[in-house]
């Protein structure tokens, strides 16, 4: 029979955790292909929730045979994992490994249908509460919904992979060589951000990714302990950090630099008419941002063979084309429809069309050619 094992970490949740174990008990009773193990892994909560487990345990160790408890410091959710996942993998030699949160957000009865996925072959199963099924509790505030709502949309965004629905949730079934795969990398990630670090992994190790709808119940008992606007600062980083966005936004910047380099050049230093300057200059920035988007942002899906490479160039052309057509299909909207003014911001004075441009490229331009770069261009392999 196969292992798996569910790892729950708790801080101060000693009015849930053992409705949780049960509920998980009760659920891993019908599951008869499976050996389901939990295993808890309390920071040293003051509330008790170690001591707890542990006197569970011994009330009746054969009905608790496959509980067990890890105490750890209390370095962040992250980190708890970690650990959590580094003595499973060690003790129990799982198939699989479950992370859940421990304060009944999360609907055990789900259980078995993440594992039939990984029956069908997925290697990492999310818990999603933004696709089809899935939801969100309705009574958030709206902070809190718009939080979780654009958190989980500037990571899709960023990493490009629309497919992913949820990067956020904790609720996820994990094969063991994912985990093993991906633990190296993580240790840096002690908070909450760790979810995404060990979701992006998965993916650079190819791992199959799969979802299933959940119903995120919120909390009865006991306080959240994220700190939300740390949190979003830490995603933001890690994506700034790790997706080819920045890169491509410094190599848009340097495009611009060459355009106006070259353009000088040609009027006042060979005399070639204004127009045919620009038409050659922009050329010139586009096959540069070509290369260094090749070469730099998008190097993990290089394009290497020269003839793929000229008929890149061509559909490059074709993208940075539409590029244009937007920014003149977006001032002709602008102007005719908020009017060409001259603006005033305190003593400043400037014309309108200097902020439709600056909105026109920002929210449509850098999306739009983001988007095509990474789906018409460099494909994913
Ligand atoms: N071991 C451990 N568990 C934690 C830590 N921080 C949060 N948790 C647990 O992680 C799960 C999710 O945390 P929660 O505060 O409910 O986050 P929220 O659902 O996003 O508000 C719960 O089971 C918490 O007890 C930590 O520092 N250490
Ligand atoms: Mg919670």
Redesign the pocket.
């Known amino acids: 029979m196969r292992k798996a094992a569910i790892i729950?970490?708790?801080?101060?949740?000693a009015k849930n955790i053992e409705k949780m174990i049960l509920s998980i008990m009760s659920v891993s009773d019908t599951v008869n292909n499976w050996d389901i193990h939990i295993i808890v892994?309390?920071?040293n909560s003051p509330d008790n929730t170690g001591k707890i487990v542990e006197d569970l345990y011994n009330t009746n160790r054969k009905k608790f045979k496959n509980l067990h408890v890890l105490h750890?410091k209390?370095?962040?959710?992250g980190?708890?994992y970690l650990e959590g996942f580094r003595i499973a993998l060690e003790k129990l030699k799982p198939f699989v490994l479950f992370e859940m949160?421990?304060?009944l957000?999360h609907d055990p009865k789900k259980i078995p249908e993440f594992l039939k996925k990984i029956e069908e072959g997925a290697d990492f199963v999310i818990g999603s509460r933004y696709r089809k099924g899935g939801s969100i509790p309705s009574d958030w505030a709206l902070h809190r919904k718009a939080y979780s709502f654009f958190g989980n949309w500037i990571i899709r965004f960023g990493f490009m992979k629309l497919r992913i629905t949820d990067w956020t949730t904790?609720y996820r079934a994990i094969k063991a060589w994912v985990i093993r795969d991906s633990l190296p990398k993580l240790g840096n990630y002690t908070g909450?951000v760790f979810q995404v670090a060990l979701l992006h992994n998965a993916l650079i190790s190819k791992a199959r990714i799969e979802e299933v709808p959940i119903n995120f119940k919120d909390?009865k008992e006991?306080?959240?302990?994220?700190n939300s606007f740390q949190y979003i600062m830490h995603t933001l980083l890690y994506v700034l950090q790790n997706s080819s966005f920045i890169k491509f936004c410094i190599v848009g910047g340097v495009g611009f630099v060459v355009d106006f380099t070259f353009a000088y050049a040609f009027i006042h230093f060979l005399a070639i008419p204004k127009v045919l300057s620009n038409m050659m200059s922009a050329e010139i920035a586009i096959i540069s941002n070509f290369m260094f988007n090749n070469y730099w942002s998008f190097a993990h899906k290089r394009i290497r063979r020269s003839s793929s490479l000229l008929f890149s160039l061509l559909k490059f052309n074709l993208v940075s084309s539409g590029s244009v057509f937007i920014q003149g299909a977006g001032m002709w909207l602008a102007l005719n429809l908020l009017g060409d003014h001259i603006l005033h911001i305190g003593s400043v004075e400037f014309h309108s069309w200097i902020l439709y441009k600056v909105v026109i490229i920002l929210f449509i331009v850098i999306p739009y050619s983001y988007i095509f770069y990474n789906k018409f261009v460099w494909k994913d392999k």
Request: hydrophobic fraction near 25%.
């Open positions: 729950l970490p708790t801080y101060n949740e892994v309390d920071s750890t209390k370095e962040g959710l980190k708890a949160d421990a304060d957000s904790g909450y909390r006991g306080v959240s302990k994220i």
